[in-house]
């Protein structure tokens, strides 16, 4: 079988490196620095060995970090080639982590981090500027391990390069009438001519219609005010050169708000789509999270699992209050209940989930940790003198809530509450809240 091949198309070479075919050559341990030739060439390898397919899957080159405390890096030193290089890809194994951050890097510079999130997929570094005989190395830049079933080496175009910095399709997540703007890096090389932009579907703009003959940035931007996916392209073209790239904007069918949360269908189609902006989610609290989707056998302290059927959310609760107040273990009674979490939607325990909770909410209205300016106290009045709440109104149940949302007294408008402690409370009366100072 051959592994390695060499061919010309429009005089562009491309090099093959087929570790899921044979691993002849490779190590089969991990060890120091050492140098390694496979198929004719010269790999220099630390912390990597061939390994054979999971659970009948490809075989593959590991890369890995090793050690506690001081880690040693794991890399591959990639031969010297008599053309300048324009593109380094990579084919995931079928079994790879999908948060390992692998740094394309030339001796001591990182050109670009990628994190390579799926399997079986190809990851493709794109270089500029490139020297002949230059040996790139790609290094494990975190704790996950690496798995390639090929690395393959493009020449670099004649007539210059132009291509997208990310790889794949581009997506945007948000919630409904919400709007994203990503930013998307045109990398070129050898170019004479500047670089056009043109954008199609429905939701979906650009910031610039060109770029110079250098490349640069074009910021890209989906809104929506229907549920659902819309589907786009972005083009660019420089002379005889076009690269395109598929726009995917998925629309929640909820807004991500206190009063408007989303759901479990929501956090599912969002998962790792729309950055760091944190919203609002409601589920019923099932138990504690296990992974996949399902739930675990027992319930604990640090998450809770959101839903009524697998597959359900996973809810990262950061040590303190919030996680005092809600968890499972030290709260049985919250099984069942429904709850308003607040924080960034990522995978979890494998699965779409909500981490870096930063405020939660029992009833929908009553923020835990973020002041209310949202909510109108109409009709009522309430407000901190002299270590009391003070209200007004028509004999309506008063609820006084701490910053971690737990309720810390009641009573009845017009009648005086007392406060133990300065600080900030919610004060509920009837169906209208609002933030009180207790000085």
Known sequence: MLLCMAVSVFAQKSVLFDFAASGDGLPTAATTEETYTYNGYEFTMQNCKYSEGYNGGANYLMV??????????????????????????????????????????????????????????????????????????????????????????????????????????????????????????????????????????????????????????????????????????????????????????????????LNDPFDTADVIALNNIVGETEYWVSGVVAGSAANNGELAEETTYSNLALGTAAPYIPVQLPKGDIRSAINPYDNPDMIGKTVWVKGQLLTYFLSAGVKNVSDYSLD????????????????????????????????????????????????????????ANKGIYIVKVGNKATKVVVR
């Open 64 to 257: 890995y970090q090793v050690g506690k405390g001081a880690k040693i890096d794991g890399y591959v030193t990639l031969p010297s080639f008599d053309f300048k290089i324009g593109s380094i890809t990579v084919l995931t194994g079928s079994s790879a982590s999908t948060n390992v951050d692998v740094a394309l890097c030339n001796g001591d510079e990182v050109i670009e981090t990628k994190k390579l999130n799926a399997k079986s997929a190809e990851f493709t570094w794109t270089i500029t500027g490139d020297n002949i005989g230059t040996r790139y190395t790609l290094k494990v830049a975190n704790a996950y391990n690496a798995q390639f079933q090929e690395i393959i080496i493009t020449e670099a175009s004649s007539s210059g390069t132009l291509s997208f910095k990310e790889d794949g399709d581009i997506n945007f997540g948000i919630g409904l009438d919400g709007i994203q703007t990503r930013i998307l890096e045109v990398l070129t090389d050898g170019l004479s001519n500047e670089v056009n932009v043109a954008v199609s579907g429905n939701g979906f703009s650009a910031d610039v219609t060109t770029l110079p003959a250098t490349g640069g940035n074009i910021n890209v931007t989906f809104t929506s005010d229907a549920a659902g996916v819309s589907n786009g392209t972005i083009t660019i073209t420089s002379g005889s050169l076009t690269t395109t790239a598929n726009l995917v904007g998925t629309t929640a069918a909820h807004r991500g708000s």
């Open 364 to 419: 929908g209205i009553n923020s835990a940790l973020t002041a209310i300016e949202d909510v109108q106290a109409v009709g009522i009045r309430a407000y901190a003198a002299n270590g009391y709440i003070k209200t007004t109104g028509e004999n309506e149940t008063v609820s006084v809530y701490n910053v971690t949302g737990k309720l810390i007294a009641t009573g009845v408008a017009g009648r005086d509450i007392k406060v």
